[in-house]
C-alpha cells in the first residue's frame, strides 16, 4: 500500500517533511482565486521545497534527447528552462504576481497584519481568503515576545498566564517579518494571523504592532493561498494564547 504522503503528493496536495502516516491532514479550498486566478501557494511548505519538487520534475522530463537550445515553458508561456550546447541546463527564474503593500503613520489600534486581515473580512464576509508573506518595518519600533528558556512549570491557563510568563521586548526597525493570516476560520480552528520577525541586528521575535504609529513605515509581499491544511486537529480545543 502506498505511503498516504506518496498519496497525498501525487493528488496535488501537500506532503510536509517530517509528518508521521498517523497523523491527521484537513485540507480545506480557499477563495484565493478571487485574488489571484492562477497562483497556488500552499500553507506550511516553504518555498525551498517547492521549488525543489519543480525542479525535480523538470529533470524527469529532460531524460532523454534534447537538443541545443531547446526550450521548456509552462503555461503562461514564462521559460523555464533551457538546454546548452554543452549539455547543462540553465534554470530561468519565473515571475510571480504578488500583493504589494506600502503603509506608513498608523491612525488605528490594528497592527498591519490585523489589518489587512480585517479589511479582507469586510469586503468578503462569507469567503476565507489567506494571505502569506513577508514584510519589512523600515522604521519605528514594535512591540514583540519570545519564549523563555524552559517551559512554565505551572499550567497557563488565561491569557494573562501566558503573558506573564512570556518576555516582552520593544525592538528596532528594521525588523523583516514573516506572517500568515486568514480572514475568516473555514471551520478548522485556526489561528487566524501569526507572525514572526527578526532582524540583523540581533533583535526579533513575535511581531505584535508597531509602537511608533507616528513614523513607522511598512513594505510588505504577500500572495494569496489556495488550499488550508490543519494537522492533528485536537479533540478539545481553548482561545487562550492566540492574540
Known amino acids: ?39 497556488r501557494v500552499f500553507l506550511g511548505q516553504s518555498q525551498q521545497k517547492m521549488q525543489k519538487q519543480e525542479h525535480d520534475a523538470e529533470r524527469r ?43 506608513k503613520k498608523r491612525t488605528g489600534s490594528h497592527s498591519l497584519v490585523t489589518a489587512l486581515r480585517t479589511t479582507l473580512e469586510g469586503h468578503y464576509p462569507d469567503k476565507s481568503l489567506a494571505l502569506g508573506g513577508t514584510f519589512i518595518i523600515q522604521k519605528g519600533k514594535a512591540k514583540i515576545h519570545i519564549m523563555p528558556r524552559e517551559f512554565s512549570v505551572c499550567p497557563l491557563n488565561t491569557n494573562d498566564d501566558v503573558n506573564n510568563w512570556l518576555k516582552h521586548f520593544e525592538v528596532s526597525a528594521p525588523l523583516i517579518c514573516q506572517s500568515v493570516l486568514v480572514s ?3 471551520g478548522l480552528d485556526l489561528r487566524v494571523e501569526h507572525t514572526h520577525c527578526f532582524s540583523h541586528h540581533g533583535e526579533g521575535g513575535h ?24 494537522i492533528d486537529r485536537p479533540k478539545e480545543t481553548h482561545k487562550v494564547g492566540r492574540d
Open 1 to 39: 500500500m502506498d505511503d498516504p504522503q506518496d498519496q497525498l503528493e501525487r493528488s496535488g496536495g501537500l506532503c510536509i517533511s517530517g509528518l508521521s502516516p498517523e497523523q491527521s491532514t484537513q485540507r480545506v479550498r480557499l477563495h484565493g482565486q478571487m485574488l489571484s486566478s492562477e497562483r
Open 61 to 103: 522530463e529532460l531524460q532523454g534527447d534534447h537538443p541545443a537550445g531547446a526550450r521548456r515553458k509552462d503555461a503562461d508561456h514564462r521559460e523555464l528552462w533551457e538546454v546548452h550546447p554543452a549539455g547543462s541546463v540553465k534554470w530561468c527564474p519565473t515571475v510571480l504576481e504578488v500583493i504589494e503593500v506600502r503603509a
Open 184 to 186: 475568516r476560520d473555514p
Open 207 to 230: 511581531y505584535y504592532i508597531d509602537t511608533t504609529p507616528d513614523s513607522v513605515e511598512y513594505l510588505g509581499y504577500f500572495v494569496p493561498a489556495e488550499f488550508v491544511y490543519r
